[in-house]
T-cell receptor, first 117, second 109 residues
């Protein structure tokens, strides 16, 4: 079974441009999470989808970031316009929906390294 | 102060040594994850714990809920164990993970 996949693996853009990151979760996983690690810092939560609905978007840094998950399958994270401080590695993770949260193991994608010049 | 603290930040070892990485957290949790990231690689989940101890090959993870502390042990370390090891907790009643800054481990032959 395929794991979580992310595209692209690397993206280099100039300040002010737009970038769209894509995440394909494991088939059948209704939970989808976006996380980000900026240089030298810990990984931080951005948002959580359950199917196509945003369950928690408390970690989204500002309104330049837009996440969508139309149809409840893959998700996109758009940054528009990109700023220098948006550089980092963006990780996606997915998990099944279970009654007990204790068993919702999250499986991570390889990440997208975004560099804003 | 971070809600999840790891120590040490960096660790070097000779092949064969026993290694311990510690994680302390300050919030109520429903689960704790130990994750591994090799240089240039993705994140791999090693363990998910809510109590007690788990073992997988040369890796052992323990958690003490009362003390809000977990340890990851590697027995008979090998250069291929060189990676960043990350502790992450799921705060009680949420699904999002809170991460430590990671421990960079280098094992030399």
């Amino acid at each position: 079974e395929a794991g979580v996949t992310q595209f692209p693996s690397h993206s280099v853009i100039e300040k002010g441009q737009t970038v769209t990151l894509r995440c394909d979760p494991i088939s059948g996983h209704d939970n989808l999470y976006w996380y980000r690690r900026v240089m030298g810092k810990e990984i931080k939560f951005l948002l959580h989808f359950v199917k196509e609905s945003k369950q928690d978007e408390s970690g989204m840094p500002n309104n330049r970031f837009l996440a969508e998950r139309t149809g409840g399958t893959y998700s996109t994270l758009k940054v528009q316009p990109a700023e220098l401080e948006d550089s980092g590695v963006y990780f996606c993770a997915s998990s099944q929906v279970r009654a007990s949260r204790s068993y919702n193991e999250q499986f991570f994608g390889p990440g997208t390294r975004l560099t804003v010049l | 102060k971070n809600e999840v603290e790891q120590s040490p930040q960096n660790l070097t070892a000779q092949e064969g040594e026993f290694i311990t990485i510690n994680c302390s957290y300050s919030v109520g949790i429903s689960a704790l994850h130990w994750l591994q990231q090799h240089p240039g690689g993705g994140i791999v989940s090693l363990f998910m714990l809510s109590s007690g101890k788990k073992k997988h090959g040369r890796l052992i993870a323990t958690i003490n809920i009362q003390e809000k502390h977990s340890s990851l042990h590697i027995t008979a370390s090998h250069p291929r164990d060189s990676a960043v090891y990350i502790c992450a907790v799921r705060r009680y009643n949420t699904d999002k993970l809170i991460f430590g800054t990671g421990t960079r481990l280098q094992v030399f032959p």
